[in-house]
């Protein structure tokens, strides 16, 4: 093992590791913290505190020395800045990638933190995102760009592009991330690591920096899905501070990741397993590399004994407008709250308070962030609410019943996640309608609350990763990242680094 | 029901909305406590702050005082009732929106019915909702600056809209009175209207019999129930100078000045803001089963309608004496253990219409004393027992109407001896020994010999004499009933 560097290593690797004292937790995080700073110039992460990252891998190591050690003590691992976490504890201010947040102090950590640090985790840094997590190419982060560590000229994808990159060029073992529309799955993606957003419900969302409360969802992302279903073990579980958290025992995702499925075989671990393939996640307008290579990956998973039947999800284009309504709606009223009276960032200069707001929100916001705020409004307005809310909402029952539908002729649906590979830096900058229609394959799940993954599936132009989507039914994280690691102990995509 | 009366030839229409505090000890949507007069900004915790990344998370001590208030009301509590963000900017408002039930709320319909002299009234009720109150912008003390205390931000609130069915300020002020008995009664609201745990906004707006309601203006936070009257009264005449001199009504929110007694345009509907109203995404439907009413119901009190109307059917009393006895509960208890303590004596004597007798005393110089002290009955420094057995003594003639009242601010005064003792210490004790009393009465006579040759011819009054004479001569230990009788047979 001692050729393979520390850096090199995933989650479950280091905990075996860490477990058998071949490195301390100490020494794993003095080496991740230089690697981070070395390769600052990605712009993956935002804030780190040394001495407490140390402090708390000291702390994993005489845990470790007690005999107390979960499968994840003493591992590092980095946070999307869009969970708060407690400034006494780690001198990391909790952002949300904006300048209105610069900053900011949080008094208590995000419930997700709080049971990763439970499980002994070490936090290695505050990673950057989209400015409240509103994008899909991390250039909204009010801080700086994040480089895709394939092709330093491309995006990462968003809004949790510090977290893809950071993982994918193995300057971190793993990473919490936020979906909201897309924003694990495309970002791993395109940086080709292997990321899920469990069912709506699944991690509290307290103390994640609301952007759409019935959208949002935390999620670990990572360099395989055994490492996933070791993070989301610890992350997920009942919540009584969000009542939108699903009340069921805490789930044990490493153990149903790894229960064969019945009649399967060493060699067709999928056997039985149906996977259907909505004929609208393959358009015309799918670019060829990528159909390529979902195509080769479904192939893959064909040998491993899944049969591939066809399925419709008719209303697939239409997430898109209800998305962009619903989403906004939300954010519009979430956003509320930065108003430069209590916390977060106060114009200097100001007359009335009717100008206080102004001059605050207008400073203190990006403009994709305005943008979102302006169509939310909208949306919700006298006369308007009706036309756009409430069909939207009906939309969205239908395109979550379209999914049920679906699951009766299969058991997983898979397609790509994207409908490109990772574009150029600025390439979109003056037109976000095209970014938000590249959004189009994540959404529907989003909307339905279904889970979904990204999982590496080869490469397409120019050498960049693509990601295979596999989307379950409600409550079966299970059984994507089963499949997902049938794939991967067949496949050494998602082993594949950047040169840095 | 009379038709109602008008004002200057106008009808007026009356509808309330009321602010009623729930009696929780933590707030609506979080841990944080609710206790009153806090120093600023103690009692806020994150999520009352709106800090990033905080969530409500439902009291049900609250959902379970509104299904209280929806069964007492009788109105169809909501198996499913959806909680909306009403976004607007204030300083005083945290989140940027408050978190409030607007197209489908927990407490659907109902009625309150209250006496207006001898008249029923019937108000009936659109809704109640339950939302949380804003914090408190402090405008004074900070040099030019204003100061935000959020204490009282997420303080549960059940609004209570009553259609607008009231047709003068007396009516308005009753269905107030009422409705802050009942939430009192029920325990989900400590009533006190000093420190706003129940507060009135009133929709005022008059017509021309027969005409279709005029435009209405609405008069904002009103708490206490005199200026309610006072408010509505000035609205009235305002809208009906306006129409007469032909001049519009805007629709407009107004506050009422009390110092001046009149109302002032806050807002026009110019003005009205767009709230943006949309189900809160954090908060799933509040999903109420019928087993969670039924727990509710079960813990419930009597009514004050129902316990009143036991009192009137079981005790005999006239239906006012009834209602007054039911305007609060500790005072409905108060009478029960009274009417008890009469009824149980331990004396013997004729039976007598015992309920009655202890509501004419609740009523008479027990509500005196209290008004003019401002106690509630709970803090009366007197018990049941003491004016029961008192009571029993002016019924079984051992003390006088007037003697017993003597003792009466004896006992209220503190004097705690046994009421025997009190009224032989006193010299209170009436002279029930018949022979001793003929032996007043002949001696009277004896030497008011004038007063008895004009009773005689005939001067009803000159007999009053006699017995003022006697009860003195007896130093007002005589029953003057038995005195009465005596003289008049000697007399005869």
Known sequence: ?500 | MSAPALIRGYEVVIGLETHTQLSTASKIFSGASTTFGAEPNTQACAVDLALPGTLPVMNRGAVERAICFGLAVNAKVAPLSIFARKNYFYPDLPKGYQISQYETPVVQGGRIEFLLGDTKKVVRLTRAHLEEDAGKSLHEDFAGKTGIDLNRAGTPLLEIVSEPEMRSSAEAVEYARTLHALVVWLGICDGNMQEGSFRCDANVSVRKPGAPFGIRREIKNLNSFRFLQQAIDFEIQWQIDRVEDGLAIEQATVLFNADTGETRAMRSKEDAQDYRYFPDPDLPPLVIAPEWIERVKAAMPELPAAMATRFAQADGLPAYDAAMMTQSLPFARWYEALRDACEHGESGGAAAAWPKLAANWLMGEVSKKLNAESREIAAAPITPAALGALIRRVAEGAISHNGARQIFEALWSGETAEIDALIDAKGLRQMNDSSALEAIVDEVLARNEKSVAEYRAGKDKAFNALVGQVMKASQGKANPAQAGEILKRKLG
Request: neutral net charge.
């Open chain 1, 1 to 500: 093992m001692s050729a393979i560097p520390l850096f090199a290593m995933g989650v479950a690797t280091l905990g075996a590791e860490l477990a058998a004292k071949r490195v301390s937790s100490v020494e794993l995080a003095g080496a991740m913290l230089d690697r981070l700073q070395a390769h600052a110039s990605l712009g993956t992460a935002l804030s780190m505190d040394r001495e407490a990252t140390l402090a708390q891998a000291r702390a994993a190591d005489a845990r470790r020395a007690s005999g107390q050690a979960t499968a994840l003590t003493g591992v590092p691992v980095a946070h999307k800045d869009i969970f708060v976490t407690r400034f006494a504890t780690s001198r990391l201010p909790s952002t949300a990638g904006s300048k209105m947040l610069i900053g900011y102090q949080s008094p208590f950590d995000a419930t997700v933190i709080a049971r990763l640090n439970e499980a002994g985790t070490v936090t290695l840094a505050k990673l950057n995102c989209d400015e409240f997590a509103m994008g899909s190419a991390n250039e909204n982060s009010a801080f700086s760009p994040v480089l895709n560590p394939w092709d330093r000229s491309r995006v990462p994808g968003g809004s949790s592009g510090g977290s893809a990159a950071a993982v994918a060029a193995r300057l971190v073992p793993a990473a919490t991330g936020t979906d909201t529309g897309g924003s694990i799955r495309q970002p791993a993606s395109f940086c080709g690591v292997t990321g899920i957003k469990p069912t709506y419900g699944v991690c509290s969302r307290y103390g994640m920096i609301a952007f759409a409360s019935s959208l949002d969802q935390a999620g670990p992302m990572a360099r395989s899905a055994e490492d996933c279903a070791l993070l989301l073990s610890a992350m997920s579980g009942f919540d009584e501070r969000d009542a939108t958290s699903a009340e069921r025992p805490p789930q044990n995702f490493h153990a149903q990741m790894l229960a064969p499925r019945e009649g399967a075989t060493a060699a067709r671990p999928l056997q039985g397993l149906r996977i259907g393939l909505p004929k609208e996640f393959f358009p015309a307008a799918l670019a060829a590399d990528v159909e390529g290579a979902v195509r080769g990956a479904l192939r893959e998973l064909e040998k491993l004994g899944a049969s591939l039947v066809d399925v419709s999800l008719p209303r697939t284009e239409l997430s898109i407008p209800v998305y962009y309504i619903i989403a906004p709606a939300e954010a519009s009223s979430n956003l509320g709250r930065f108003d430069g009276v209590k916390f977060g960032h106060r114009a200097a200069q100001y007359g009335d308070l009717l100008d206080m707001y102004k001059k605050t929100r207008a400073e203190g916001f990006g403009p994709e962030v305005k943008r979102r705020i302006m169509i939310g409004t909208y949306v919700l307005s006298h006369g308007y609410y009706d036309a756009y809310y409430v069909q939207a909402q009906k939309l969205r029952r239908m395109i979550a019943d379209d999914f049920q539908a679906c699951f009766k002729a299969c058991d997983v649906i898979a397609g790509p996640v994207a409908p490109t590979v990772a574009w150029k830096l600025g390439e979109q900058g003056g037109d976000p309608l095209r970014a938000y229609l590249a959004d189009i394959f994540t959404l529907p799940a989003s909307l339905a609350g279904l889970p979904g993954l990204s999982v590496p599936a080869g490469s397409g132009a120019h050498g960049m990763p693509v990601g295979l989507q596999l989307i379950g039914n409600y409550f079966e994280e299970g059984r994507l990242l089963h499949t997902a690691h049938a794939f991967q102990q067949a496949t050494d995509f998602h082993l594949t680094e950047p040169v840095l």
